[in-house]
């Protein structure tokens, strides 16, 4: 398990970056932290003639929390680590959905080297960023010789492992916009081994008014389809009480789930039981993410008076 | 693509720089050079072992600038200029066995010793970050790691057990060279 | 006294160089070697039409391509049959590399040596071999079906077909009050050892030797089949087990065709050749175990004893039978476990599918064997609402009917006699253990949090210690180490330390003296190798006598040195003295010396010695007729017949409700292996073969498609457990002292794993109330099984 010969480029400004991608057209790759790519070239299931490694390309390796007016969000750039994001205290506070979500992406040691605008542009079906960003509405900026676009989470995948991207263009950043009102979140998965890929994993976004009632819920799933599926969970349960409801009032929010959600088999579980997951999921995650938005809900409160 | 065309043909190499363990190494490599292999053969460390090259096992584990990564997922020019401690460097500066090697040792951590050199490192890197891990939390510190012969349970408590000595020999960090 | 270790849980002798990065593995060895890879075939089951190599020839660094008519003499040949049957009628083997027909995926088909092991890669990419494709036989059902055949010469796919009976079974079973009925399944798994197979070879022209390095169990007889494929004499041939990454059964087949390949490339080309198996190549082109399919069926009478057992079974031998039939003799004789069958019959089939071959991994066919016992067992305690232990405890043998004559044949071809054990006072520890009594309690208060909760027990019988032999040799130096060699291989159970505590205890010495090397033919000739919980048993015995010898030769020099009758010497902390004469001594290191009356002064031990030097009688040789010089000696231990291990284990498991995953809230083991050499290295061996057992119960599965690609093959979905997945083990010990060994042990290596799918399963069925008939049982296999069950709407079982 050797890896095919390829040319290494290592361009240091994204100027340089998208320059070379233009130049070595569709034999290129872009080469980030490596996790999803490297197995892939160890297996030679990929064999470009060109890599152009991009953890050097200044300025690429930032976290920030940016406020623009239309709303603040979580900007990592592409050379950032999982571990960088996860780790963040202000990417914590405004959007823990990122940690709670990157806790589950396979095991610390990978998030080390493993960037967060790698995984999305690698688009695996099972992986928990895009699911993420697909859930908050984020977006990826793109750049290339040509000029720079921002493709949002819908558009950027467009099946498995695949997406929109041009082999010219290179991911430079990721935007993950910070929910507006009194929102909570909670990421919920079953994987068969601590730190695999999800058989079902469910992210869900619980917004409550001033009367701590579920005002909307949306939620995005990982392994249960060939790109994140998003699902409105809003019209079981809203109005209900956010941080008093029964399992019960939770469970509607489930069964629309596992009536909406069409997954496939695998050899570690079958499309029923991933139906059914997704039910179970969906409850626990939403039920949870309902007490957080109340918490936060309490804490704002608290903060403003 | 025909065999003419095939960049193997004149497969270009590149000086590689690397500080590992203290000790400037430098190398000439192809791009394609695995910083595993580059470490075991172009450089003779072979304490760092190769047991999936996907990945998973975690026997690969090297700290490159203080953080645990997988070297068989990296190629060696990506790294040059860095600092790199393998199991080699996780001793003492006098060669005998740094904390967590002696844990290893007093709480029978391993068997074959395969899988060994990535839990060392690994949990080098954890304790100097987490003194004063719990039962759980040494079991999850362990968690990327494949081992085949001991069921964990030594490990768990070599994690525990290198803990204390490092805390009985003061914080322990300055035994690992960087 | 000289403070005796074994017993001891002494820190291991190996450690500090393996903690250290100084192990030696095998690709730690010739880092200048030329790299050795396989064009390996992608289909399942094809003839080979064609290999075209035009497109690799003109690949920088390429130095050879070897395809099957490129072999020469027995190199071409089948590899060999190694433990041939009666009952194994149609054994197959392959060819080093395949000849005309492939019949699985992963099997070598061209062999390429290159500069380097990515340059070899580039040059299999660019080979072109032509196949004809032909039916797939994938599964039991499929082969037994036999609507295609794995060797168009083997009818039926039936390889072996052996039956046992002891009494008859049948009619007892029909004659009995009760009768259970099962069809049980276990699927495939495998050894999977950190580190994957290898070879190193060497070949000196000059001195027409070679020398081989293999991360093999077996590296005496991996010599004795490289020469003899290579058709040289043993004596030119050295091969060397370095350090190993694990084996567990996968590395006691010899020769795999690469250990066959990379030396006689190296002779060939007159270069060093390395071939590192990488992990996808572990995974085909290896050898997996464990897949059975089972028929059982039970009479008892009211009190659940058993009447009579009746099993036929099927077992998947994979695409060749090089290891012959271990694996489901030892199923049908170990099945047995700790209990008296009544009338026994058993009847199995062996059938060959077009995927990887099947030969011992850890446990050996015993984890499927208990599996079949313990559901019969539970299914009886449920048939009559009796508790699971009670009949247990109903039909053990107890310990006064040791030992006891099963009236069947073992895997070694000896009678099945147990030779010792006390069934009921480990189960009695177990009970205790793990609370046995108070579980309901415990099930009541989970139930009223909305928890379940299930236990369930499992319990074993191991044959281990299998012969017919192995040796050690022992040597005083004369600076005091003493030098140990025995020729099994060591693939982490620690010999290095265990050996040496027999040692030191049976000599007098300190342990830290003591210097073990195993596996290398240039130490010790004759071996058999490390396998069926062996090594303790018959290296370690082996080297107690060797020992012997040298203690025995010690004391008749050191007396005439000291004027003493050697029975009145001790020897403690390394020197010999007259027991009860404080001064009348002479270090060991002397005696050493004293014991080669060529005595040039090279130390200054051997300056020292002179003084004890005696003239010597003129007119007898210096070395006497039944002597030899040096302080040193050699021992062979063979045993009669295996020894018998058992153990029994118990686990508690919780299954979620709703997502149905399953955690082993808690895993108890209670284990008798006799005499325990190093108690912390025993619960080591215990702890891994749990976590074995614990991947083949709820994780490991090889899942192959009908095409006969195996498709989970790599770590990230063939499911090996993490520190996550295996529970805290609690161990407890009862030691009944093997009466067929000097030392009293009995093997400890493989007992962890065998009872793991059995306990597990009993524990889910217990948390479920549902019947659990396979294994390994994933949560969306629950979920399924629960949702038949409400479907059925029948009583649950």
């Known amino acids: ?305 | 693509m025909s065999i003419e065309e095939h960049p193997g043909r004149t497969e270009t190499r590149h000086d590689v720089r690397v500080t590992v363990n203290g000790v400037p190494r430098t190398a000439t490599v192809p791009a394609r050079r695995l910083l595993s292999d580059f470490l075991r053969h172009d450089l003779a460390l072979t304490g760092t072992h190769v047991g999936c090259e996907h990945g998973v096992c975690g026997a690969c584990t090297v700290l490159v600038d203080g953080r645990p990564i997988r070297s068989c997922l990296q190629f060696a020019v990506m790294h040059d200029g860095a600092e790199i401690t393998t199991v080699e460097g996780c001793t003492r500066p006098d060669g005998e066995l740094g904390p967590v090697q002696r844990a290893f040792r007093d709480c029978h951590g391993l068997q074959c010793g395969f899988c060994t050199p990535g839990f060392v490192t690994t949990i080098t890197a954890y304790l100097d970050e987490h003194p004063r891990p719990s039962a759980t939390e040494a079991r999850e510190a362990i968690s990327g790691n494949l081992c085949r012969c001991t069921g964990y349970q030594s490990i768990v408590d070599s994690v525990l057990r290198a803990a204390e000595i490092r805390s009985d020999q003061g914080d322990g960090r300055g035994e690992t060279p960087q | 006294m000289t403070t005796r270790t074994v017993g001891e849980p002494i820190a291991r002798r190996e450690d500090p160089r393996l903690l250290t990065g100084q192990g030696r593995y095998l690709d730690d060895i010739g880092h200048d070697a030329l790299a050795a890879a396989f064009v390996r075939s992608p289909h399942a089951h094809a003839r080979i039409v064609d290999v075209d190599v035009t497109d690799a020839l003109d690949v920088d660094g390429l130095v050879a391509i070897y395809t099957h008519e490129d072999l020469p003499g027995r190199v071409g040949e089948p590899l060999p049959v190694l433990i041939p049957h009666a009952a194994l009628t149609e054994p197959r083997t392959p060819y080093a590399l395949a000849r005309d027909e492939v019949n699985h995926v992963g099997e070598a088909v061209v062999m390429v040596v290159a500069t380097g092991r990515d340059v070899a890669e580039d040059v299999c990419e660019r080979i072109r071999v032509e196949y004809d494709f032909l039916p797939p036989v994938v599964g039991i059902e499929s082969s037994r079906d036999a609507a295609a055949l794995v060797h168009d010469d083997v009818p039926g796919n039936v390889s072996a077909h052996l039956v046992q009976e002891v009494g008859d079974a049948r009619a007892a079973v029909d004659a009995a009050p009760h009768v259970v009925e099962l069809d049980l399944e276990i699927e495939r798994s495998a050894s999977t050892p950190l580190e994957g197979k290898g070879v190193h070879a060497r070949w000196d022209a000059d001195d027409r030797s070679l020398r081989v390095y293999t991360s093999t169990q077996a590296s005496t007889s991996v010599r004795a089949a490289v020469a003899a494929k290579l058709e040289l004499p043993p004596d030119r041939v050295e091969v060397i087990a370095p350090d190993v990454g694990g084996g567990f059964g996968v590395k006691i087949v010899h020769p795999w065709p690469e250990e066959v390949l990379v030396p006689w490339a190296a002779i060939r080309l007159g270069r060093e050749v390395k071939w590192t198996e990488d992990r996808r190549e572990h995974f085909v082109s290896a050898a997996h175990e464990r897949g059975q399919l089972q028929h059982v069926r039970a009479g008892f009478d009211d009190d659940g004893r058993v009447l009579g057992l009746d099993v036929t079974f099927w077992h998947d031998n994979g695409a060749y039978t090089p290891y012959g039939i271990i694996v489901p003799i030892v199923t049908s004789t170990q099945l047995l476990g700790p209990y008296k069958p009544g009338a026994y019959r058993v009847e199995f089939s062996s059938l060959y599918t077009n995927t990887v071959t099947v030969t011992p991994y850890r446990g050996a066919g015993r984890p499927q064997g208990c599996f079949a016992m313990e559901r019969t067992m539970d299914a009886i305690a449920a048939e009559l609402g009796l508790d699971r232990t009670v009949v247990r405890e109903r039909n053990f043998i107890q310990p006064d009917e040791m030992p006891y004559d099963h009236g069947l044949t073992f895997q070694d071809g000896r009678p099945l006699i147990y030779d010792s054990g006390d069934f009921p006072a480990t189960l009695a520890k177990l009970r205790k253990l793990v609370g046995w009594d108070e579980f309901e309690t415990y099930r009541d208060q989970a139930r009223a949090q909305g928890r379940r909760v299930g236990i369930g027990i499992g319990c074993y019988v191991e044959g281990t210690g299998v012969g017919p032999y192995e040796g050690g040799f022992v040597k005083v130096e004369t600076d005091g180490t003493v030098v140990v060699a025995t020729g099994l291989t060591t693939q982490g159970q620690g010999h290095q330390t265990v050996f040496a505590q027999v040692v030191a205890d049976e000599l007098g010495v300190g342990v830290d003296r003591v210097a073990v090397t195993t596996g290398d033919t240039r130490r010790f000739g004759y071996a058999v190798g490390t396998f069926a919980s062996r090594a303790a048993v018959m290296s370690g015995n082996a080297v107690a006598l060797a020992a012997r010898r040298v203690r025995e030769k010690a004391l008749r020099v050191a007396g005439e040195a000291l004027e003493a009758d050697p029975r009145d010497l001790e020897i403690v902390d390394g020197e010999v003295r007259v027991k009860g004469t404080p001064g009348a001594t002479i270090p060991l290191t002397t005696v050493a010396v004293l014991s080669n009356p060529l005595r040039y002064a090279f130390d200054a031990e051997t300056e020292r010695a002179t003084q004890f030097a005696s003239p010597g009688d003129p007119d007898q040789p210096p070395v006497a007729d039944d002597d030899e010089p040096g302080l040193q000696g050699t021992d062979y231990y063979s045993p009669p017949r295996s020894t018998f291990a058992n153990g029994m284990h118990a686990a508690i498991v919780e299954t979620d409700p709703e997502t149905a995953e399953i955690s082993i809230l808690r895993y108890c083991v209670v284990h008798d292996c006799g005499t325990l050499l190093n108690p912390r290295l025993v619960e080591g061996q215990i702890h891994g073969g749990v976590a074995q057992g614990v991947g083949g119960a709820l994780y490991e599965r090889m899942v192959y498609d009908d095409a006969g690609q195996l498709v989970n093959a790599s770590f990230m979905d063939f499911l090996m457990p993490y520190a996550t997945e295996v529970p805290a083990i609690e161990i407890d010990h009862l030691q009944t002292p093997s009466p067929l060994n000097p030392l009293g042990v009995k093997g400890a290596g493989e007992a962890g794993v065998i009872p793991v799918s059995a306990v597990l399963a009993a524990a889910i069925e217990d948390a479920e109330g549902i019947r659990v008939t396979r294994m390994p049982m994933s949560p969306s296999e629950l979920h399924h099984l629960r949702e038949r069950s409400t479907n059925e709407e029948g009583p649950r079982r």
């Open chain 1, 1 to 305: 398990m050797k890896p095919s010969a390829f040319a290494y480029h290592r361009p240091g400004t994204v100027d340089e970056a998208v320059a070379t991608l233009a130049g070595v057209g569709d034999d290129g790759k872009v080469l980030a932290g490596g996790q999803s790519l490297v197995p892939m070239l160890n297996m030679r299931l990929a064999a470009p003639a060109h890599l152009v490694d991009v953890n050097r390309v200044d300025g690429l390796d930032e976290v920030r929390v940016v406020d623009d007016g239309a709303g603040a969000s979580v900007r990592v750039g592409a050379a950032a680590r999982h571990t960088d994001v996860e780790h963040d205290a202000e990417v914590a506070a405004v959007l823990p959905l990122l940690r709670q979500a990157l806790e589950h992406v396979a095991h610390p040691t990978i998030r080390n080297r493993g960037t967060t605008v790698g995984s999305l542009v690698h688009a695996d079906p099972a992986a928990e960023l895009n699911a993420v960003l697909a859930l908050l509405g984020g977006s990826v900026t793109l750049r290339s010789t040509t000029g720079s676009r921002v493709v949002n989470a819908s558009e950027l995948v467009t099946g498995p492992m695949q997406t929109c991207l041009r082999p010219d263009e290179l991911a430079t950043e990721a935007a993950f916009p910070v929910p507006q009102g009194h929102t909570g979140t909670a990421w919920t998965e079953v994987s068969r081994r601590a730190g695999d890929y999800a058989v079902c994993g469910v992210g869900v976004l619980v917004t409550v008014d001033d009367e701590l009632r579920v005002r909307s819920a949306r939620a995005a799933y990982v392994s249960m389809g060939p790109v994140p599926e998003v699902l409105d969970l809003t019209e079981p349960v809203a109005g209900i009480a956010a941080g008093g409801a029964r399992p019960d009032e939770w469970a509607a929010a489930g069964r629309l789930a596992t009536a909406r959600l069409e997954p496939d088999d695998d050899i570690h579980a079958t499309a029923a039981y991933r139906g059914h997951l997704a039910g179970v999921l969906t409850a626990r995650a939403a039920r949870a993410a309902a007490e957080r938005a109340v918490a936060r809900a309490g804490d704002t409160t608290g903060a403003s008076t």
